[in-house]
């Protein structure tokens, strides 16, 4: 199983947008590209739901046939590790194993040892295509880049070892993710990490490093731009020497975990492709239930309370919602509407102050990642919020429709070919 050149994560909590998510991808193949559509939803968000891994295979299987989207299309267990990995066997065909945990806690000496003897031939300068400067390679570095990611990628090694022994080689796609982690890896760790996941067999077909900056969900790039642009330029030509090297899967790509919207970084992602002709995954988090709530306020009637509940119930509750997402959101209370606020607004009032629209003077970007946390509320209203997705559905799908096509699809992918 191959994952195309370009390829899109996308979350779907409550299962109801299936269908409006894969018109936008319609879309764009309608114009002449075909990105591919990969659902993803971790542990995590199942626990937190009450969801089953098969739920999300079943919501994107009937998707497709009601669409009839004839390209491929994947399920992700996303950010899978050992303890949680066999309620996805059936249900998934793209796996992300996570093994961020393991970074930094070291292999045993023989194997570090024995991993830098065989690589000792990598100890030097390497001239590699589309870089300015020669990757240095330093006899301290591959011991350093050993002692803290070797372990990791075993791991890893085990965790494909497992899935390809339930369900078969060649049968999935595999990804490894190294993101929720707070350093960054460097173009030349990311060298030695790629050697260490060939000599594991991985045949990963997208790695996910830590890029500088910050990943909040739901809102924009907090960093330098222009060191992003630089290091995921030096990833892309880094990976493409590797593939060579250790013979890696040729299609081997980076995947962009990015937290959702990082709209001031697609314009350099595409520059880079497109000089590089080189593809990528990126990975959205389950910003389509923010715009069911845009979808819902903007409904108004019904729609607009269930939207205004949800608001006033997370609001109670924002310590116990924001704690698993504590790394990779940014919200300080005093910069959120208070209940009574939010409770006189109007239905585009409300839309307003959660739709991405960053030069929308009522965009509040704390009310966005606040919400973006706070779909537990939703899923324990039951049928009281899902009910509402159906009632309101067509204002809804367009909302989920225009987000994915305008937002993210033709800002990223428009410009390539
Ligand atoms: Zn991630």
């Known amino acids: 199983m191959i994952l195309a050149k370009y390829s899109m994560g996308v979350g779907d909590r409550f299962g109801h947008q299936g269908r409006a998510q894969l018109q936008a991808f319609k879309t764009l193949q309608a114009a002449g590209l075909t990105v591919v559509p990969v659902w993803n939803k971790s542990f995590r968000e199942h626990s937190i739901i009450g969801t089953q891994p098969m739920d999300v295979r079943r919501a994107a299987d009937a998707s497709v046939a009601a669409e009839g989207w004839t390209a491929d299309y994947h399920v992700d267990a996303d950010h899978i590790s050992q303890k949680n990995v066999d309620g996805f066997i059936a249900a998934s065909d793209f796996f992300t194993l996570d093994v961020a945990d393991h ?36 006899e301290k570095t591959l011991a350093s880049s050993a002692q803290t990611y070797l372990h990791a990628v075993k791991e890893a090694g085990k965790l494909y070892r497992h899935i390809e022994a339930k369900k078969g080689a060649g049968t999935f796609i595999t990804e490894v993710s190294m993101d929720e982690t707070n350093q960054p890896q460097t173009p030349v760790e990311m060298l030695v990490i790629l050697a260490a ?15 500088t900056g910050r990943f909040n969900k739901g809102v924009d790039y907090v960093g330098d731009v222009a060191v992003f642009a630089r290091e995921f330029a030096e990833d892309v030509c880094v990976i493409r020497y590797a593939i060579k090297q ?42 389509t239930w923010l715009e069911e709530m845009i979808g819902l306020a903007e409904a108004g009637g019904k729609g607009l309370v269930v939207a205004k509940d949800v608001y006033s119930m997370a609001r109670s509750r924002l310590d116990e919602l924001c704690a698993p997402y504590a790394t990779v959101i940014d919200v300080k209370p005093e910069r959120l509407p208070s209940v009574e606020t939010v409770a006189q607004m109007d239905g585009a009032r409300m839309a307003r102050m959660l739709r991405h629209v960053q030069s929308c003077p009522d965009f509040n970007p704390d009310a966005r990642q606040f919400i973006h946390v706070a779909y537990k ?4 209203m039951g049928e009281r919020y899902t009910d509402a997705l159906v009632a309101y559905a067509p204002v809804v799908a367009r909302n989920v429709r225009e987000n994915i096509q305008e937002r993210h699809l033709k800002p990223l992918f428009a410009g390539l070919k």
């Open 377 to 380: 509320v939703a899923a324990e």
């Open 246 to 287: 250790f013979g890696l899967p040729s299609n081997l790509k980076l995947s962009v975990h990015s937290g959702s919207d990082k709209f001031s970084l697609y314009g350099p992602i595409a520059a880079v492709l497109k000089q590089f002709d080189a593809g990528v995954h990126l990975k959205t988090a389950g910003t």
């Open 197 to 211: 996941l060939a000599d594991e067999n991985i045949p990963a077909q997208t790695i996910a490093p830590k890029f």
């Open 103 to 138: 970074i930094g806690s070291a292999a045993s000496e023989a194997d570090i040892k024995a991993f830098i003897t065989r690589h000792r031939n990598l100890i030097g300068n390497h001239a590699i295509p589309g870089l300015t400067q020669p990757l240095v390679l330093t």
